[in-house]
């Protein structure tokens, strides 16, 4: 009786096509991260690097130039969202922005937020994502200040 390897063969190619389409093990971003204009910038309008903000609770307003702010999940060109970052670093540039208590996504487009922070000295920056909150390229991010909070 003689064998046939077809069954071997379909699965190669079924784990092939696989790995192609990303449902295999993959680290790599797969899709094309959307370009800033030259000139973008984001800033923080309030508080000050250096304010000292009594009681906690506080008002961030978000500033962006060169560039519109439009909610997750719209793709229109030279916009995106707010991402405020607290207390950490600018997290990888060219994965998506992650969503917990130190990575606040503004996803309906808000351009101000009132965060409670608790006393101590903190820092925040803001991070403009697309409408994937993945970063642009060049990214497009504040300058990091510090304020106190008593």
Known sequence: MQRTR?????????IASAVSVGLGPSTA???????SPPGAQEYIIWPYDGAVITGGKLWVRMGLRNMGVCPKGVNVPNTGHHHLLIDTDLPPLDQEIPSDRQHLHFGAGETDARIELPPGKHTLQLLLGDQNHVPHVPPVYSKKITIIVK
Do not use: D, E, K, R
């Open 6 to 14: 077809m069954p071997g063969v379909l699965a190669a190619l079924f």
């Open 29 to 35: 971003h797969s899709a094309a991260q959307t370009p």
